[in-house]
């Protein structure tokens, strides 16, 4: 399976959704299925690893290289999903044009977008270079940064339209739109990245710190009580080292709590992804 993140308007999100959002969302469907991301940009170069994505970025004049790797992909691992991060404006109609002549069919395309009503044109034109390549292409649109999930209507004018400001809602069925995904505005996912890592790591490691919180956090106030009467420590370090340890906590269930929120309002489309 193969999973094209594309928009020819540079900005809307592409690799947040490649690298953070998709692979949770896969892996919440299907725990063992191995996921590799390419990156095909001149623009930008990822520099980050990650113990649940298999990380690989490309020049665009590279691509045909990359299109071969994944075609072999297909056909000796079929279940492995490859997530293809198009960079904007020529680049994402390279990729497109260049699946389309290596005959690489088995593809889902994303189009991240934003409130920016001026990147509306952006989405129809990707989306009609798509269906120019691939009749029947899968097609999912992702709402990035949505500040209110219950009401994206509003937010999201250049999908949904306003009667008040003449602006026509887009045609999902004419464009070939199967779905429309979400990402809620998170902050902690803005941290997540900054510091370079991936959400899926990160909440895979708040599960474990989580998981018997009330008796690891009771094990370890004890070992620091043994610590403080040995003499290893002084009052002020053991209430430094359990300071340290409840942050480490907050911030599992702040990362937990972004993740779950990403998998709930995304429930439409999990099996879009993982079909």
């Known amino acids: ?32 299925e191995e996921i590799a991301y390419y990156q095909l940009d ?10 649940n994505v298999k990380i690989k970025t490309y020049k665009i004049n590279e ?11 297909n056909l000796t691992n079929p279940e492995k999903a490859n997530i293809v991060d198009c960079g904007g404006g020529n680049d994402t109609k390279i990729v497109i044009k260049n699946l389309a002549e290596n005959r690489i069919e088995d ?19 990707t989306i009609n270079l798509i269906k120019e390549n691939f009749k029947n292409a899968k097609i999912i649109l992702i709402a990035n940064n949505v500040f209110d999930v219950n009401n994206i ?4 004018l250049s999908i949904f339209g306003d009667e008040d400001f003449d602006i026509e809602p887009l ?28 959400l899926l790591d990160k909440y895979n490691e708040a599960k474990e710190i989580l ?49 779950e929120k990403i998998i709930e309002v995304n429930q439409d489309i999990l099996e879009d992804l993982t079909k």
């Open 1 to 32: 399976m193969n999973i094209v993140v594309c928009n020819t308007k540079g900005g809307a999100g592409k690799t947040t959704i490649s690298l953070n959002v998709l692979p949770l969302l896969i892996k919440t469907k299907i725990e063992d």
């Open 42 to 51: 001149d623009n930008n170069k990822i520099i980050l690893n990650s113990n």
């Open 63 to 73: 691509a045909n290289e990359v299109l071969d790797e994944i075609m072999l992909e």
């Open 107 to 125: 593809n889902i395309f994303i189009v991240p977008l934003n409130q920016n009503l001026s990147v509306r044109h952006n989405v129809i034109d």
């Open 153 to 156: 209507q509003k937010e999201f």
């Open 171 to 198: 045609n999902l069925k004419e464009l070939n739109v199967k779905n429309i995904g979400i990402v809620p505005f998170i902050p902690f996912l803005q941290v997540i990245e900054a510091k370079k890592e991936i």
């Open 211 to 259: 998981k018997d919180e009330k008796i690891a956090t009771k094990k370890f106030a004890e070992k620091l009580d043994k610590e403080l009467k040995e003499g290893k420590i002084t009052k002020e370090e053991m209430k430094q080292k359990f300071s340290e340890f409840r942050n480490i906590v907050r911030n599992a269930k702040r990362i937990t709590a972004a993740a």
